[in-house]
């Protein structure tokens, strides 16, 4: 009996009586254990999403299969996947369990990661992209509807865990494929034990209730909608169409074909931006839960802009290039995160799952977007002029819009964690 209720204590995906929420706010351990559990998947998605861009210019051409699937329409598919199930994942989470959720869409994603590892034609391969873009879909705003709906006061820092680890599978994809190219499917093999593994963290370590308070009525979206909100989702709409067209989609083809670089040099290029977002992921959400939300996503939104004019038009040296796309990084590594915990400020507490669903909804209706646009300007290696109207300008638009959002203050949650309690609140 007391090795039992030891267990239920360690194992906090076992007991029943805590929800995450009052766990969380125990102590400052289980906050940290929580968040990194939960914060896993965002691993899963950077590591699948970065060995198969940097792997697409292999992967397609050899395969058969109609040759109308290129690396840009594979990729929307993927996207299409992920925008549609985004309102799935966000709707889930304000009405159902989030663990169950959470458990369902990496077992999906796993499940078809692993077998594009074993496509042998194209439409095989749009649909194994298609499904994992559907797992996405579902884990990507369930996750940070968890890590950011804990409390106000941890927002900016629990969801930059989210971040911090797609940070780290972004930089360590490109080593991981490229000693494997032209063969392409250990990578994904790796994958799909590396879910595996996730899940069985998340059953052991996320208890099964979120929080103790009455469920959203209506569709979940009726309370959403505000100027923050708005101003938000066309920020990162067209930071989706950059993101896709010029990064996940084409990137990799214009360093190895555009610019002539080797598997190595590119692959070192490409990590930089990973590299970018583990380092400064953390350190801006800390900022953010100090002084604002809102100024952390406009510097963010800085960064990205930055770092893509110099991806593109500036520099095309070794080192201008990985400077570049450490700073693209550095802010596209936490910017969605950041932007989507201030949409969760700007909404009521019942209602953060369906905004956090939308917002990566809009999001990847960009993405969706991107692919095709970048495709459709290269023409002869134009690359220059497809990364001008497909990722510069967009990200400069991007810019422009959250400088009009309103910094929120205000606490949506009535919870407070006890390890951030003053000893006279105890």
Known sequence: MIWSDMENRVLLGLQRAETVRQAAGESLRKFVLISIIAGL?????????EIYSFGSTYIVPSLTGPPFLTIGLIVTGYAVGIAVFSLVGGFAFDRFSVKSTILISVAVFSAATFATGFVTNTPELFASRFVVGIGVGMFQPAGVSLLGDLFFETRGKAVSVWATFFGVGLFTSPYTISPFLPAFRVPFEISGVLAVIILALIYLFIPATFKKVERASGTGFRGIFNRNVVLLSVSIFFFGIALFAGYIGYFSDYLIN???????????????????????????????????????????????????????????????????????????????????????????DTVVGAVTGFLFFIFNVGTIIGGPL?????????????????????????????????????????????????????
């Open 41 to 49: 998947p965002a691993f899963l998605e950077a590591f699948d999403s």
């Open 258 to 348: 555009g610019l002539h670089f080797t598997h190595s040099s590119a692959a070192v290029i490409a990590s930089s931006a990973g590299l970018g977002g583990f380092i400064c992921a953390f350190p801006i959400g800390f900022v953010a839960d100090r002084v604002g939300r809102k100024y952390m996503v406009v510097l963010t939104s800085a960064l990205v802009a930055a770092g893509s004019a110099g991806m593109f038009l500036l520099t095309t040296s070794y080192s201008g290039l990985i400077a570049s796309t450490f700073i693209f990084g550095a802010g596209w590594g936490v910017y969605v995160d950041i932007l989507v915990a201030l949409g969760q400020d700007s909404v009521s």
């Open 374 to 426: 970048y495709g459709a300007l290269l023409g002869s290696n134009h690359f220059r002029l497809a990364s001008t109207v497909s990722v510069v300008i967009p990200t400069l638009i991007a810019l422009i819009v959250v400088l009009f959002t309103r910094s929120v203050t205000r606490s949506n949650i009535e919870e407070r964690p006890k390890f951030l309690s003053s000893p006279s609140d105890r």
